[in-house]
Each structure stands twice: as C-alpha cells, then as structure tokens.
C-alpha cells in the first residue's frame, strides 16, 4: 500500500490539519492569499519534501561509508513561472553545508547523492494524479 494522507480543512483562512496517522503539521496560505499564515503553504512543504530528502541522502551516505560527519545544513529556494500557455515552470536551487572531517571529493560525493535522493528522482519521473473524487462519510478515517 501507498502512502496515505488525511486533511481536515477548517473555515478560517486555508487552516488544515494534514495527519499520516502518526504525525501532524498545520498548513495555510499567507495573509496575501487570503490566509491565516499559520502554517507552511502547499509550495513549502513540496520545497520542505525535497530539502529533508536531500541532507537526509547526505547523512545516509556518510553513515553508511562511515565518514566522520556532523550537522548538515541546507537553504533550498523554490521558484516558479506561469508561461504564455499558462503551463507552470518550476526551479530548485539549493546548498547543502556538511560539517565533519571530510576530504573534498568526500564533500563532492555526498552532494553527488543528495542530487539523487528518492524525491527527486520521483519528482523527475513520471506521474499520474488521477481526477479526485469525493469523500464519502463512511470512507472518512480522520
């Protein structure tokens, strides 16, 4: 089975709940969209899904090839771009600092890696969202 997401969507601003059934984040909009601004957008936690994949793949690599490492930090920046058919483009760029006692070709790898993480990979490939449907109240498991 899949990954699984439920969402409660209250009537004040954009406020949801999102739950995978063992944890919980708040999401919203900004005040500029009408929103109440107390929690990530939908295009921060999409940027927050591949910048934790990206220094999660450095740490993984390190561990496994027992490298000395210490904090990994990262700053990721989403940008996108409505063309002249309307069609949206997207750009990622991203740092990644990893601390320990490392050799520059080390360094060089694990950055190598984090630009193969499982979410961009899947980002890369190809998707299918089938059209939603509704909900019935008997489907409900939130």
């Not at 994949?53 to 690599?61: D, E, G, Q």
């Not at 006692?101 to 890696?113: A, H, P």
Request: glycine residues 8%; hydrophobic residues 30%.
């Amino acid at each position: 089975m899949g990954k699984k997401i439920n969402i409660k969507n209250l009537p004040s601003g954009y406020q949801s709940f999102i739950t995978n059934g063992r944890h919980s984040v708040t999401g919203d909009e900004p005040l500029t969209s009408k929103g109440t601004d107390l929690g990530f957008s939908p295009e921060d936690f999409i940027l927050s899904s591949l910048a934790m994949c990206k220094v999660a793949t450095v740490r993984y690599i390190a561990r496994k090839n027992n490298w000395p490492i210490e904090d990994v930090d990262g700053e990721f920046e989403l940008n996108v771009k409505r063309g002249v058919d309307g069609k949206l483009s997207t750009t990622v760029t991203g740092k990644i600092k990893i601390e320990g006692n490392l050799t520059e070709e080390q360094k060089t790898e694990l950055l190598r890696q984090a630009d193969a993480c499982y979410v961009h990979r899947m980002i890369e490939g190809e998707w299918n969202i089938e059209q939603v449907q509704e909900l019935t109240e008997e489907e409900l498991t939130v």
